[in-house]
């Protein structure tokens, strides 16, 4: 799940000294596979792996299955958000890479993942900062978006899935919903009865709209009374997300399942995207899985991304 290294531990619990020591996987595998894009040493490890993996993908079993169309919406940062943006931005790279040069990148992980953290927050909404003297009507141009695809999506008489990683703007999308008197279902990690929540909605039509948490809500839960999704904010790992989409997309599903990224333009979240589909291919080549960006990025990647 995190990076090509896990293959090498589940294989020396099965098969131990069958990849060789922690060590050389390292340096035969994962380094060229994940910094240098080798892909020699992508298809001698997929050739060594291959034989012993079963692996069943859902388009395989449940295959009457309606399709799933997936769709990236940028928008924009209002004009505090591109301010507030350039400050924390600026102040992020000098710590970092302070921060990279004096320890490197290993033990600088969560520097890095904070100043990230930031930024992404940004993106979603100012009121994430817990700044003072926020005005509401400009904290979030993506909120914006959201509004406008939700409008759309509740009048074309479908029936949505919000997720998010912040619990935060969970609440502030919350606030929006109850203004505009539109119902809703909600659950987090903090929701005690998730069976009576997720069985409201799916038995309830005129319940258009269920906000959950990524984390808390991503897996286990069978949500077909919907068949479209919303990724406020994108998360490291792509196939979390997926995982979180195929809340509707499953057996019992009988309308298109439309998935939509909302993604602020000229940011780090337009960069994670980017970077995400590199590591992508990369590890697809071996094995169709995900890598965690948070757990394998190099100093000329973090340069990037705080660029």
Request: glycine share 4%; hydrophobic share 40%.
């Amino acid at each position: 799940e995190n990076s090509v290294l896990d293959l090498w531990s589940i294989f020396d619990f099965l098969m131990p000294g069958y990849l060789g020591s922690a060590a050389d996987f390292r340096e035969r595998y994962e380094l060229p596979i994940v910094r240098e894009k080798a892909g020699s040493s992508r298809a001698r490890l997929a050739r060594r792996v291959r034989p012993f993996i079963l692996r069943r993908l859902k388009r395989e079993v449940a295959k009457d299955l309606p399709d799933k169309l997936e769709q990236v919406s940028f928008c924009d940062l209002t004009e505090p958000q591109r301010v507030v943006y350039r400050q924390v931005l600026e102040s992020s790279r000098r710590e970092v890479l302070q921060a990279v040069e004096a320890q490197g990148v290993q033990k600088s992980r969560m520097i890095i993942l904070t100043s990230l953290l930031r930024l992404r927050q940004i993106c979603c909404d100012l009121r994430l900062l817990r700044l003072e003297n926020i005005d509401p009507e400009t904290s979030s141009g993506k909120l914006d978006l959201f509004r406008e695809l939700l409008e759309e999506v509740i009048d074309g008489g479908h029936r949505v899935l919000v997720f998010s990683q912040f619990t935060r703007m969970l609440g502030i999308i919350r606030e929006h919903l109850t203004t505009e008197s539109i119902e809703f279902s909600y659950l987090d990690g903090a929701t005690l009865n998730r069976a009576e929540v997720v069985s409201r909605f799916q038995a309830n039509p005129s319940i258009p709209v269920f906000l959950i948490s990524l984390k808390a809500g991503g897996v286990g839960l069978n949500l077909t009374g919907a068949d479209t999704v919303i990724h406020f904010d994108p998360w490291w790992n792509p196939a979390v997300e997926d995982q979180a989409t195929d809340r509707a997309h499953r057996i019992g599903q009988v309308r298109t399942v439309t998935s939509y990224k909302l993604i602020a333009r000229g940011t780090v979240e337009e960069k994670i995207l980017s970077l995400q589909n590199r590591k992508r291919e990369a590890l697809n080549a071996v094995l169709p899985d995900e890598e965690s960006l948070a757990n394998d990025v190099s100093l000329e990647e973090i340069q990037d991304l705080l660029a």
